[in-house]
């Protein structure tokens, strides 16, 4: 195996990446939404036992074999022990990460666009109908969406193709921090509007009659996406994370970190809408029809704030999502490097090609190519369908299986605890969620959205 492959330089490096690529469009964008669906604080309490009952021993799990295993993802799991057929886990995850990018790209894309408009105080003196109007004609133009997308692609090849501790790391170093202090400053802000506090009492005030069983899957589906899980890139982390590093710790660090920016990011969005009357649950249009319309009216008296107050959020959009598509890219990046010998810079750039070409083909499933359609979902939705509540449940499921059942325990022990000098006594309750929880949990999701259970 290849000696020199990198390695993250510190373990704040290794946090702030992992977090990098957990923390992203899933926090800011669809945690709010599924949050604002769902009943608010009661999808949060029950968003947090998820992170915390399967969340983060998957978490570890990946981090273990990653380490353990120093190589891409496909071949990392089985090498843990066990028969080699579980190198097909990793495989599926490498596969799910690259589906998840081409359509991530476009989303990204929007941000891009959005963060545009925002530096050219495009939304100035627009009314709500005009909002909508403008994101639906943009997100179905042929050559607008795609032009963004190839823009946020190439930044993100960029940094991969600088390396992963160029790159990366500091990349990760840069940007997670710029992004805590971002959301931190908007949050306080949003949560100073006149009639804000109606909002944080929507997020904090706890209504368990709102809780249904559609809660309780939205909030694992939400888990697994928002925590970067199943798809390889975890796994992939790992193996540059140096043998001293704590994956116990590791995970915890990323998982509050997940979570805080999930919760601040909600503190932003909700007394912003409250403020103006705004419906909390309107689904995945919040961030980019409802927020750009909210800042317009709160900030109807003061244009320099409403100007800085976009300007920040959609920056703070881009930040997000850049950091989590390098994750996604990195992923087959090092697979196709090291299972079939392709310099690092023609894989990242081969990747970052075909990720650009289905994305036109998801971006175009908006507009031009909305005609065609599988199962009734136009090409985007199929492919988020398909990896979000497919791939990442089957990947996911396996691998709980594998790691809490087939591979060698001693192994995995001594990945987890760092051979008995650390998490020693939290072992055991890993051991258990790993065993039983994490496979039940993801089962019964699974089950439920064909309506089997
Ligand atoms: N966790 C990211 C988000 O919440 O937006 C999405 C993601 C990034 C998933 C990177 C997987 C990954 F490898």
């Known amino acids: ?14 946090i702030l990446v992992a977090a990098g690529s957990a923390v992203g469009l899933g926090n800011i964008w669809r945690f709010p939404y599924e949050l604002g669906r769902n009943g608010g604080s009661a999808f949060l309490i029950i968003y947090i036992m998820c992170v915390v009952f399967f969340g983060v021993p998957l978490m570890i799990s990946e981090f273990a074999v990653g380490r353990h295993a120093q190589s891409n993802t496909a071949r990392a799991f089985g090498m843990m022990g066990g028969s080699r ?31 545009f408009l925002a530096g050219v105080d495009g939304f100035a003196g627009k009314t709500p109908e005009q909002f909508t109007t403008d994101f639906n004609s943009f997100v179905s133009d042929p050559v607008q969406p795609i032009v963004c997308m190839i823009v946020f692609m190439l930044l993100t090849l960029f940094v991969i193709l600088a390396g992963v501790e160029k790159g990366i790391e500091r990349g990760s170093k840069l940007m997670m921090p710029m992004l805590f202090i971002f959301i931190v400053l908007l949050a306080v802000g949003s949560s100073m509007l006149p009639n804000g506090e109606q909002g944080l009492e929507f997020l904090f005030s706890p209504d368990l009659s709102k809780v249904t069983r559609s809660t309780l899957l939205s909030a694992m589906g939400q888990a697994f996406y928002s925590l970067s899980l199943s798809m390889g890139c975890l796994a992939t982390y790992a193996s540059y994370f140096r043998r001293e590093d704590r994956l116990v710790s590791n995970a915890m660090n990323v998982a509050w970190i997940d979570l ?43 244009p320099l704030l409403c100007y800085a107050f976009s300007l920040m959020f959609y920056l703070l959009l881009v ?41 036109m083909a998801c971006s175009l499933s908006m507009g031009l190519w909305s005609g065609f359609k599988i199962a009734g979902m136009n090409l985007f939705d ?72």
Request: hydrophobic residues 55%.
């Open 1 to 14: 195996m290849e000696q020199n492959r990198g390695n993250f330089g510190s373990r704040l490096a290794s």
């Open 85 to 115: 057929y579980w190198r097909w886990v990793g495989f599926l995850g490498v596969l799910t990460g690259s589906l998840i990018l081409c359509y991530y790209a476009v989303a990204a894309g929007w941000t891009v666009e959005y963060l």
């Open 260 to 302: 805080l920016v999930a919760v601040l990011a909600s503190v932003i969005i909700f007394p912003a809408a409250f403020s103006v009357g705004v419906e909390p649950g309107v689904g995945p249009s919040l961030v980019f029809i409802t927020l750009p319309n909210v800042f317009q009216q709160v900030f109807a008296g003061s």
């Open 319 to 359: 930040l997000a999502a850049l950091t989590s598509a390098m994750g996604l890219l990195e992923v087959p990046t090092i697979f196709m490097k090291e299972e079939f010998h392709i310099r690092r810079r023609w894989s990242a750039i081969g990747v970052t090609v075909f990720a650009i070409v289905v994305g």
């Open 382 to 453: 199929t492919f988020d369908f398909f990896t979000a509540k497919i791939m990442l449940p089957v990947g996911g499921f396996f691998a709980a299986l594998y790691v809490g059942w087939f591979c060698d325990e001693p192994t995995l022990r001594g990945e987890v605890t760092n051979e008995g000098t650390t998490a020693v006594r939290f072992y055991p309750i890993y051991r258990f969620l790993i065993r039983y929880i994490a496979p039940l949990a993801i089962l019964a999701i699974f089950l439920n959205q064909f309506g089997l259970i």
